[in-house]
């Protein structure tokens, strides 16, 4: 998709140590709060990584984590892209939903089926949301060679498909278990993986609690072993498997 189609509102930033990121609005809410990227690195950076630290509006840990990476310089031919929080509305409510009651990660397009169970509830139809719509257009424009999803409170590493290689050694340097996760219909990770074959994008369930400085590091560490390149074992093997929920 080219650039042109993707609404942005730019901004430039300077960061710490010098690094330089663009604030990008890449689409609005249900409410109309804006839903913000950050992007840090060059454009013409031949590895894109994207990190989402909120979707579910109630497992907002993971935005410690993409708020320390924009104080960050990607490693040489890499660009970092921060989404901190893909559902602002269920953010500002506590909720896990999104302000039309609809749970974002069951609205993808892959394998969507119609969900009313009002704690995961699918949507009228599959990309109905406005969240989710902003979330595919990201993704389609930049093609993340890794997408990490930080999600709560499972305290786990789902390997949910692509390479798993890739999350085994996120799970490695991040102290979480290597786990896949049964599937579950609607997911961003089912529809990233089935539509850009090469690509490899994950969940990271983080404890139910905020994350600590010594966690913190690990993850930083575990994000910086992703953005260069590193993976560990088997592309397709599950080291285990554990019933999502």
Known sequence: ????????????????GSAAARRIVIGRSVQGRPIVAWSV??????R????VGCIHGNECA??????????TRPPDGVQLWLVP???????????RQNAHGVDLNRNFPYRWRPISDPTYRSGPYAASEPETQAAMRLVRWIR???TIWYHQHMDLVDLSGGDRGVPRRYAQLSGLRAT?????????????????PGTTAFVVELPARPVG???????????????????????????SITPAS
């Open 85 to 95: 929080e893909m559902n602002p509305d269920g953010a500002a409510a506590d909720r």
């Open 213 to 239: 400085d010594d966690a913190l590091a690990r993850h930083l560490r575990a994000v910086r072993a992703i953005e260069l390149g590193q993976r560990s074992g088997s592309p397709t093997r599950c080291d």
């Open 180 to 196: 896949c996760l049964t599937f579950l219909s609607g997911e961003e990770t089912a529809w990233s993986n089935h539509g850009f």
């Open 41 to 46: 690195g060059p454009d013409t950076a031949n």
């Open 62 to 71: 993971g935005v410690a984590i993409t708020s320390a990476l924009r104080r």
């Open 1 to 16: 998709m080219a650039a042109a189609v993707l609404p942005v509102v730019l901004a430039y930033v300077m960061l710490a």
């Open 144 to 146: 993340p060679a890794v």
């Open 48 to 51: 894109k990584v994207l990190v």
